[in-house]
């Protein structure tokens, strides 16, 4: 969802930057290098960062005046706001920042002033997306319905 949201208003901004499964990205490498995978985008120079508190100077100086589009997606972890999208100061007239969350907390804790809660998928509308991804067809074969209804519901 975020990828397609991304490509379809990315146009609108002089830079655009769609980080997905912030949490897993951090667990798996670390915060700094998130910022690093941002700032290559702009800058050459990332191997010179040495922390968190560098990298999200640099983010703020460098894009302090553009307008950005920032997709965070899967933030569960109010550091990540802190050091990737900081406050509204750090970036241009005009930008945006998008988060992806299951806490709201973290939203309202970063000041977040707008907010939208989207509805889980009921049972057979999960069935539908999970068999597009995993089979490319609307609905499981019989064989694997079974398998399909046990992904859904442990998800």
Not at 54 to 73: F, P, Q, S, Y
Not at 90 to 96: K, N, V
Request: aromatic fraction near 8%; proline fraction near 1%; charged fraction near 30%.
């Amino acid at each position: 969802m975020v990828r397609a949201l991304s490509e379809r208003i990315s146009h609108e901004f002089e830079f655009s930057f769609l980080l997905t499964d912030v949490t897993d990205s951090v667990k798996r490498s670390g915060l700094l290098i998130l910022q690093k995978q941002l700032l290559s985008r702009i800058c050459t120079k990332t191997d010179d960062i040495s922390d968190v508190l560098e990298g999200a100077t640099i983010i703020m100086r460098l894009l302090g005046n553009k307008k950005v589009l920032l997709i965070l997606d899967d933030v569960n972890h109010s550091s990540h706001l802190k050091y990737l999208a900081g406050n509204q100061e750090w970036f241009g007239s005009g930008s945006r920042v998008l988060i992806t969350t299951r806490d709201e907390h973290l939203l309202i804790e970063h000041e977040v002033e707008r907010r939208l809660k989207v509805e889980e998928l009921n049972d057979e509308d999960s069935l539908m997306l999970f068999s597009r991804k995993a089979f490319k067809k609307g609905y499981p074969e019989k064989d694997f319905l079974g398998l399909s209804k046990s992904f859904i519901n442990y998800a």
